[in-house]
């Protein structure tokens, strides 16, 4: 039998007007290091953003999101930090910030498998 692993997550949110603290969840940042698993998982509901704020650069949040990707994935294209180990690549990326693109605080639980779980939390913290 399979045993449960330890995982680690954060919500990441767009948060068009930084001054206003209002956001909407896009994605699922999640960390499995026993699985080796690091990835980003987003999906941009234009039309509910645009809601908070209708001069949103959707061409450049996309750019931020695939960049995270890239760090997520060790690729080169992720610049410098990509080439951190995956645990620290995790750590940055969940760095609180007050910019367009945030991270929730990181929160654990235990999965069997983290691929799985990541599509369980777009489904529950971004789809609905």
């Known amino acids: ?13 767009l948060v068009p007007r930084v001054e206003r603290e209002e956001f909407v969840n ?7 290091r026993k699985q080796k698993y690091a990835k980003l998982l987003f999906h941009i509901d234009e039309e509910r953003c645009r809601l908070l704020h209708k001069e949103i650069d959707f061409e450049q949040i996309y750019a931020h ?3 995270i990707q890239h760090i997520c994935k060790g690729n080169k294209e992720g610049g410098a930090l990509a080439m951190l180990d995956q645990t620290e690549r995790f750590r940055w990326i969940t760095a609180k910030r007050s910019t367009l693109i945030q991270c929730s605080a990181v929160h654990p639980g235990f999965c069997l498998d983290a691929a799985e779980t990541h599509q369980e939390l777009m489904e529950k913290l971004v789809y609905s």
């Open 26 to 32: 896009i994605g699922v940042l999640l960390y499995c």
């Open 1 to 13: 039998m399979q045993d449960r692993t330890l995982y680690e997550y954060a919500v990441v949110r």
């Open 65 to 67: 999101l695939k960049s």
